[in-house]
């Protein structure tokens, strides 16, 4: 299991950022994935899930209105488009293959190497 995240980097408080996660080595349409985020000095924390087919989808309650979740099964990548971004959605952004396809909240220990998302003026 590989797994790739991009698409980071410094954006200015209410801007968009959208992150993109290439997997390979599992067959991606059968798994759900998820995004999570570690700020400095913080636990690692669940941003958005998003189930197999694209059916079903969560979301923390700190990005409900302006973080969406989608895949591209044929592609097999993981997408996390961040809207209106604010100065505490600062952190190292990860995707995670998850362990079922479409229970969403049970991992596999596979993860990114992570992205780094800075909101700064």
């Known amino acids: 299991v590989q797994l790739v995240e991009s698409g980071g980097g410094l954006v200015q408080p209410g801007g968009s950022l959208r992150l993109s996660c290439a997997a390979s080595?599992?067959?991606?349409?059968?798994?759900?994935m998820s995004w999570f985020r570690q700020a400095p000095g913080k636990e690692r924390e669940l941003v958005a899930a998003?189930?197999?087919?694209?059916?079903?989808?969560n979301f923390a309650d700190s990005v409900k209105g302006r973080f969406t979740i989608s895949r591209d099964n044929a592609k097999m990548t993981v997408y996390l488009q961040m809207n209106s971004l604010k100065p505490e959605d600062t952190a190292v952004y990860y995707c995670?293959?998850?362990?079922?396809?479409?229970?969403?909240?049970?991992?596999?220990?596979?993860w990114g190497q992570g992205t780094q998302v800075t909101v700064s003026s």
């Open positions: 080595g599992f067959t991606f349409s059968s798994y759900a």
């Open positions: 995670r293959k998850n362990r079922f396809a479409s229970y969403l909240g049970s991992y596999d220990n596979y």
């Open positions: 998003i189930s197999n087919t694209g059916g079903s989808t």
